[in-house]
């Protein structure tokens, strides 16, 4: 599966960040690497569950 993140669809549309990945463990470092940019130094389980539920998947080909 791949996925693919915008922090737009997350509620944020002033941020044009767009995060594409292979695994959700490949997702959730981009994430909290990210979320630094917006001033959140150590997400929780709950914030970072939220934004992997909101990010696009597409099956691998």
């Known amino acids: ?3 693919e993140f915008r922090c737009v669809d997350a509620g944020a549309p002033s941020c044009r960040g767009h995060i594409k990945a292979d695994s959700e463990e490949e ?4 994430l909290i690497r990210h979320l630094e ?18 990010t696009g998947q597409r099956p691998d080909r």
């Open 27 to 30: 997702l959730r470092s981009k």
């Open 37 to 54: 940019k917006h001033d959140v130094q150590q997400p929780n389980d709950t914030l970072l569950d939220h934004l992997v539920a909101v």
């Open 1 to 3: 599966m791949r996925y």
